[in-house]
């Protein structure tokens, strides 16, 4: 690819469209800012108090900015679903309840399968909170109150393909429902119960014993067992390591691959000395019922990979690996 020329020129005209197109969605975004009155307040309120749900219905490029809207406030304790404007007019209707607030997005107002659902939801007294450029249109009279979408102009050069009023449309939906998410007191907690596959949802509820090795799968020997028996019970287990324990099953080491190589460095004949002697005493230990992460940063601090689980009186309950760690997702 020719780097100069008429190539560069091409590449300085395709810069500067890209960046005329940022300048006009982010004086949009602008406008929006400045023109926030008290019907943003009152679409807060109505959201804040609905007993239902949130229904938001659009059609063409104004329903698929709802239906982020929809998903961002779900996934931020406000239960919503999208419900497309014309299957609305055919029957889908039916999934909205007197409990219910609709947020209807046209940009003119006047889309025909959005005005033909106003009829319906003035019958169930729902209230509908409007996003529109025109607030003087069909839509924007029936509503309860109206968020201001209007834009001075698109992006787009002939002004037709809707660009920054989408921007702002986005906008709106995602400033409700961060306001709304505030207003909740929603916290990192509350977004993880909701979230349970994503990695912050696992960092803040997976726990040690979900994926911990417990029972036959744990290695255990005794403070008298030899290197060599130690070592056919880490194979048989796999983990690396095995405990050392005393009577009831209390913690009294761990015996590693590590410990091993530095044994063998040190003593010619390593395979009849018993743990007792060569073990790591006192070693670290965490809770079954810690957070995984918990576990996670102490290896880290540690420079470990594995970590015995403790129960009362030190108990052996189990072993929790890196591994086990990383396959979760929440590293």
């Known amino acids: 690819m020719v780097c100069g020329g008429k190539a560069g020129g091409a590449e300085v005209s395709v810069r500067s469209e890209i960046k005329r197109v940022i300048g006009v969605e982010a004086a949009a975004l602008n406008r929006l800012k400045a023109g926030i009155n008290a019907d943003f307040e009152k679409a807060v309120k109505l959201l804040y108090g609905v007993k239902g749900k949130v229904v938001i219905s659009g059609i063409g490029k104004s329903g698929l900015i709802g239906q982020k809207i929809s ?37 003119s107002g006047e889309t ?16 509908i ?23 001075s102009e698109e992006a787009c050069p002939m002004g ?6 989408t921007t702002v449309q986005l906008a709106i939906g995602d ?26 949802g696992k960092r803040l509820l997976l726990r040690v014993k979900d994926i911990m090795h417990t029972g036959k799968d744990v290695p255990v020997v005794s403070v008298k067992t030899t290197v060599k028996s130690a070592l056919v019970e880490m194979t048989r287990k796999r983990l690396g390591c095995t405990a050392v324990t005393g009577k009831a099953g209390r913690i009294l080491g761990i015996f590693t691959d590590g410990d091993l190589r530095r044994l063998i460095e040190k003593n010619p004949e390593p395979f009849s000395v018993e743990m007792g002697a060569i073990m790591t ?21 540690k420079k470990i990979t594995v970590l015995l689980v403790a129960g009362k009186k030190n108990r052996l309950d189990g072993i929790i690996h890196l591994h086990d760690i990383l396959k979760s997702g929440i590293a």
């Open 281 to 301: 005493k006192n070693p670290g230990t965490i809770g079954c019922g810690a957070l995984a992460a918990q576990a996670l940063k102490f290896m880290e601090k």
């Open 175 to 200: 400033a409700v429902a961060v306001a709304l998410l505030k207003k909740r007191g929603f916290k990192k907690a509350d977004f993880a119960m909701i979230h349970p596959g994503g990695a912050l």
């Open 129 to 151: 909170i409007a996003v529109t450029g025109r607030k003087g249109s069909t839509l924007g009279k029936a509503a309860s109150c109206v968020l201001d979408s209007s834009v």
């Open 71 to 107: 998903a961002t406030l779900s996934s931020t304790g406000t239960p919503s679903i999208y419900l497309h404007s014309t299957e609305a007019a055919h029957g889908d209707l039916g999934i909205i309840n007197k409990k219910d607030v609709v947020i209807i997005i046209s940009q």
């Open 112 to 127: 025909e399968e959005v005005i033909d659902i106003i009829p319906t939801l003035n019958r169930l007294k729902v209230p």
């Open 160 to 165: 037709l393909a809707p660009t920054a009023s």
